[in-house]
């Protein structure tokens, strides 16, 4: 069974940084792809950025430039770096690993950012 958890949301002003966290436990890391989505309420969750299966990285255009995920197998951790964060990114952030040739995936439970002033 494969468990992510998310950690680094919280509360930040318009224009500030926030670094994300997924720890993915219970996989063997290389087998998987992991990105990250974000939701709001009475909308669909939305891709914000991911690994693909050549292992380059898709963002959403409207994070590029802003956003930045980067992976630790080392520590089977998935990073989320956001900068220049405006209230359009308030949302649920969710971490998601898909696994290469079963396509089978898995969700965390999700970490709150609040952009407000």
């Known amino acids: 069974q494969v468990q992510l958890v998310e950690f680094g949301g919280g509360s930040v002003q318009p224009g500030g940084s926030l670094r994300l966290s997924c720890a993915a436990s219970?996989?063997?890391?290389?087998?998987?792809?992991l990105g990250w989505y974000r939701q709001t309420p009475g909308k669909q969750r939305e891709l914000v950025a991911r690994v693909l299966s050549d292992d380059s990285i898709m963002y959403a255009d409207s994070v590029k430039g802003r956003f930045t995920l980067s992976t630790d197998s080392a520590k089977a951790t998935v990073y989320l770096q956001m900068i220049l964060l405006t209230p359009d990114d308030t949302a649920v952030y969710y971490c998601n690993a898909v696994h290469r040739l079963t396509r089978r995936d898995s969700w965390g439970q999700g970490t709150q950012v609040t952009v407000a002033s």
């Open positions: 219970a996989i063997t890391f290389s087998l998987y792809t």
